[in-house]
Nanobody, 123 residues
């Protein structure tokens, strides 16, 4: 059974940093591209970042480019999202997801999803 478990969310002040982790079980992480998505209150879930299986290629939403960094440790079956210079607009539930094929930014390309972790950025 595949499980993705996010952790590291919480309350942080604007300008601060936070690192999210996504621990995967039941799958070989290196065979998947891994993504982070987020959903703010009253808004649709949106793409944040993705990293390919080898870890050599990363893509980011324009809204987080230069502030967030996605990385992976295939040996630990874990994906990370380092978030710096956080803004109140970054407040959302953050989800990690695993996909095998398709458009990296598209939610339908991802086969497995975690339950999400809340990140709240106070002004």
């Amino acid at each position: 059974q595949v499980q993705l478990v996010e952790s590291g969310g919480g309350l942080v002040q604007a300008g601060g940093s936070q690192r999210l982790s996504c621990a995967a079980s039941g799958l070989t992480l290196s065979s998947y591209f891994m993504g982070w998505f987020r959903q703010a209150p009253g808004k649709e879930r949106e793409f944040v970042a993705t990293i390919l299986g080898s870890g050599g290629v990363t893509l980011y939403a324009d809204s987080v480019k230069g502030r967030f960094t996605i990385s992976r440790d295939n040996a630990k079956n874990t994906v990370y999202l380092q978030m710096n210079s956080l803004k109140p607009d970054d407040t959302a539930v953050y989800y990690c997801a695993a996909g095998r094929s398709g458009y990296y930014r598209g939610q339908k390309s991802y086969n497995y999803w975690g339950q999400g972790t809340q990140v709240t950025v106070s002004s």
